[in-house]
């Protein structure tokens, strides 16, 4: 009996050491609703272990945001294509990622004084850059409207990168592999 005891607390530590190592308060998606059924199993368990919904998976995008109003939130997703350091990379993908919970916080605190945060979101690839000057599609976005993006620098600062703003798109240049936030002003 003791060793059924030991095996099962021993087993107890063993699957919940993951479990703790999400960040606290760090909601995790599970979308098994029907449109999440596109057929292939394999991008559903991909798009869960992204703790995204199926689409956003699909079209490399970010559509809900933790701690931020779905209606709040402006859908953004990248398509191939960059330009690092200058030169045209048409291939080049960048990840868009969900932000991390504490990241959502420090934006919304950056937001204070600025406007309205519109979202958040993680960009990485794998290449390597100075520079890189990333198209993000926007829907219902305007040329000429006063979005700035800053990009994180550390837990306390970020610092507004160019941007150009038209219809349904947001360009931006950034240094590195981070965190963005999206702001208007008002």
Same mark, same amino acid.
Request: aromatic residues 6%; charged residues 20%.
């Given at each position: 009996?003791?060793?059924?005891?030991?095996?099962?607390?021993?087993?107890?530590?063993?699957?919940?050491?993951?479990?703790?190592?999400?960040?606290?308060?760090?909601?995790?998606?599970?979308?098994?609703?029907?449109?999440?059924?596109?057929?292939?199993?394999a991008e559903?368990?991909?798009?869960?272990?992204?703790?995204?919904?199926?689409?956003?998976?699909?079209?490399?995008?970010?559509?809900?945001?933790?701690?931020?109003?779905?209606?709040?939130?402006?859908? /953004? =997703?990248? $398509?191939? &294509?960059?330009? *690092?350091?200058? #030169?045209?990379?048409?291939g080049?993908?960048?990840?868009?990622?969900?932000?991390?919970?504490?990241?959502?916080?420090?934006?919304?605190? /950056? =937001?204070? $004084?600025? &406007?309205?945060? *519109?979202?958040? #979101?993680n960009?990485h690839?794998?290449?390597?850059y100075?520079?890189?000057k990333?198209?993000?599609?926007?829907?219902?976005?305007k040329?000429g409207?006063?979005?700035?993006?800053?990009?994180?620098i550390?837990?306390?600062?970020w610092?507004?990168?160019?941007?150009e703003?038209?219809d349904?798109?947001v360009?931006?240049e950034?240094?590195?592999?981070?965190?963005?936030?999206?702001?208007e002003?008002?």
């Amino acid at each position: 009996m003791k060793k059924l005891l030991a095996l099962a607390l021993v087993g107890a530590m063993i699957f919940s050491v993951p479990v703790m190592a999400e960040e606290v308060g760090a909601p995790v998606a599970v979308y098994l609703e029907d449109s999440s059924d596109i057929g292939e199993p394999a991008e559903t368990v991909l798009a869960i272990e992204e703790n995204k919904t199926i689409g956003e998976h699909m079209n490399n995008a970010v559509t809900n945001i933790w701690d931020m109003l779905g209606a709040e939130v402006q859908d /953004l =997703a990248i $398509g191939q &294509g960059a330009v *690092l350091d200058g #030169v045209e990379a048409p291939g080049l993908t960048f990840d868009l990622v969900k932000p991390d919970l504490k990241r959502v916080y420090a934006a919304k605190e /950056l =937001a204070q $004084g600025k &406007g309205s945060l *519109l979202t958040v #979101v993680n960009v990485h690839t794998h290449a390597g850059y100075g520079t890189a000057k990333i198209n993000f599609y926007a829907p219902g976005v305007k040329a000429g409207q006063a979005i700035t993006v800053y990009q994180r620098i550390t837990d306390e600062e970020w610092v507004a990168v160019p941007t150009e703003v038209s219809d349904d798109h947001v360009v931006v240049e950034i240094t590195d592999n981070n965190h963005l936030a999206f702001i208007e002003a008002k």
